[in-house]
């Protein structure tokens, strides 16, 4: 049994409001769950005290016992500093893709053609 710490959509229509469960992988994600250990709302301010309520020792029981956190929660409980998350880096993100590079290119060659007529 593969067990998740992840959220758990409640409130209303627009107003979202999430527990933060531990849950069998294969459970609906607002379906059945082993135990509550938080909540998270995100509507409030990010530096609000009770943005996210969260029993640390709970969630650091459950992760020594082998649950994974979803993106979400890990990126929660790394603001928390209860589990470290390594960032992402994409060096290449910034960087044009194929065809903007080849059409760059034959920009350029075109400049420096047109550069080398008007010189002659």
């Given amino acids: 049994m593969s067990l998740k710490i992840r959220l758990a959509r409640g409130g209303a229509k627009k107003r979202p409001f999430y527990r933060i469960v531990v849950a069998d992988a294969r459970a609906p994600r607002d379906g059945r769950f082993i135990e509550r250990i938080g909540t ?3 509507l409030k301010a990010k530096n609000a005290p009770d943005r996210i309520v969260l029993d640390a020792e709970k969630a650091k029981d459950w992760l ?3 649950a ?3 993106d979400r929660v ?38 420096e053609k047109a550069a080398s007529e008007a010189a002659a």
Avoid: C, H, V
């Avoid at 500093?81 to 390594?86: L, P, T, V, W």
């Avoid at 993100?93 to 034959?106: H, I, N, T, Y």
């Fill in 40 to 42: 998270f709302d995100p």
């Fill in 64 to 66: 020594a016992k082998g």
């Fill in 68 to 70: 994974q956190p979803t």
């Fill in 74 to 111: 890990a990126r929660l409980l790394d603001g928390l500093e209860i589990i470290k998350r390594e960032s992402r880096n994409n060096p290449q993100q910034g960087q044009p893709k194929k065809k903007a590079q080849e059409r760059a290119a034959a920009a350029a060659a075109a400049a």
